[in-house]
């Protein structure tokens, strides 16, 4: 049986079209052909995708949106005062006290902290405040159809919103996100909703828009399936006193020791196993570069966020998290 969601956008496109054509904004794309066979390969009800589809709008907010992220366009000295503030370390700890059983009950079955649980849902959203004012759809269409760099990870995207939102019966046009078509509290993409997405309280819906709880255990569950490990280092900061930039060019995921890091040049300030896989950091500090080795976990991180000074922040914001409710 339809759901009142599904039976209403047929209702509509009934209404302003008597046969099933494309009138919308993106209707004379070749690729919504192809869409549309995927998606209802997956189950979704043709004519609601395309009532859905034909009120999708171009954005061209969206295209200067992503032309100019702030990883792309700032030194870390400046990136990190947009994250690494009082307040929202302060709005983290009062975020942590609020949901202290659902932060201890994911952390303690998942191995994954409470303070960088925290720190991913303050970095994202302010703890849920900020969770972008885009509809959904016309985020994911507008960089589908019109910004080919990269369309093909964003028209997946648009699919798996598509059967998202199909299955879970939700209104897709009142789902709100980012420019990029990230959502909730966690700014989940709808591909990761579909992989990571957790129903915490047992109520039938990961509802990671408006429950916490839900929001709390999806974070979680990505970063264990993303391979954190618990208890162990995330990163080190380290001196640095060879020449070679090559070092800093192998990308993030760790393929050097930190024993043979210690061999180019590389003292951890604190005592680190010399087997643990690291990759060496730099970056332009306030002071001066900055080293750092970053371990598995450190990598885990960029999974949520392909960036070094995102991961970072998030380390940092964790770590004053912590100091100050311990404080408190």
Known sequence: MASPVHVFFLMVFAMVSPSISFAGEYSERTEVEQILANVVEQGVDRDWAVALLNQAERQQSILDAISRPAEKTKPW?????????????????AFAKQYADTLTNV????????????????????????????????????????????????????????ILAYESGKDPLALKGSYAGAMGYGQFMPSSYRA???????????????????AIASVANYFVRHGWQPGALVVVPANYDGASSELFEGGLKPTMTVGELAEQGFAPHTATDVSMAATPLRLQGNEGLEYWLCLENFYVITRYNHSAMYALSVWQLSQEIESLAADG
């Open 77 to 93: 000295y400046d990136y990190r005062k947009i994250f690494l503030t009082d307040k929202r370390a302060q709005e983290g700890v």
């Open 107 to 162: 952390s303690t079955s998942t191995g994954v902290p409470e303070s960088v649980i925290t720190a991913i849902i303050g970095v994202e959203t302010f703890y849920g405040r900020i969770t972008g004012s885009y509809r959904v759809i016309d985020a994911l269409a507008t960089l589908a159809f019109d910004y080919p760099k990269r369309s093909p990870f964003f028209t997946r995207e648009l699919e798996n919103f598509l």
């Open 196 to 214: 990571y997405a957790i129903d915490h309280d047992g109520d039938g819906v990961a509802d990671i828009w408006g429950n916490a709880e839900d």
